[in-house]
């Protein structure tokens, strides 16, 4: 082995010296990687009010990131497979998120695209899979050092089953945290709002009655069923209903009396009471529930005009 080496004009401290250039390198981009992470976390505020799962699970990987990262970055050879699995496990991890998409009312294909469209989520992945690269240019280099040995043993523990090791102990850390973060806890039942109204009593299908509607005080329902849209009577006699759920990403909106408009607790959007976009990032207004009134006024919603993309 050693002559096969010599011939390709490899030895012991070329190896080292070109594994420990490469290790810093990863180190480097893991740190980066940590950094797109932490950035998402602190601004994407659908990670905390519509997944929280996920959430914690880039946590878990921010944390991984920096410590294998800081590890490499001053050349600690055992953490050489350990990056690479949880380069792959990131990488995983962020394009899986986008298959979820359906649980949150979201198309996938409009999901990838606003991922793909933050330059931090772009960012971590970019830094991830240049991470995977270094380390399959660095094979040959650590082959040749886990073949070697020393005092203390293999200069390099680089093997399949090291990183499948590897792989398996960072994936454990994350269902443990995803798991944790699912439990709910109980928490203090509060009163409805007194700007609600309730369906009770009403015949089926129906959500409220004309005559019961008061000026700015809303009446929640699903419509169609999972998505949450609200009725509201305006000043001018007119009844306006939409859906509640966010036109940027799908968050669940809330209207807010004492401005007079439905705010998305996400990202900021705003509209007004008829669905109109008053704020970004939002481009497109709320999708308006379409009502029929009978003759003894009460109000069923009977479809949805111009969907978007959480109507799926």
Known sequence: MRASDSQRGLSKEAARSGLDRLQVGIGILLLLSATAGSYLLLTDGSLWNLALSHAVGLIVVVLMDVGVGLMSLFSVRRVYVASLAAAVLAIALQLGDILTAPQYN??????????????????????????????????????????????????????????????????????????LSSIKLPVPTRQPQSTTTTTAGMPAGAVANKNALKVGSPVYFDYPAGYSSMLLLLSDGTISAVSLLCTHVCCPCEFIPSANEIACPCHGSLFDPTGKVIQGPALVDLPKVLLRTDSNGYIYPTGVDSPGPCQV
């Open 106 to 179: 979201m198309a996938v294909s409009y999901f990838a695209s606003y991922l793909f469209g933050l330059w931090a989520f772009d960012l971590l992945l970019a830094c991830q899979f240049v991470v995977v690269v270094l380390g399959l240019l660095g094979r040959r280099h650590a082959i040749f050092l886990s073949r070697m040995r020393s005092r203390r043993g293999k200069e390099l523990d680089y093997s399949r089953r090291g990183f499948v090791v590897s792989l398996g102990a960072f994936a454990t850390m994350v269902g443990i945290a995803a798991v």
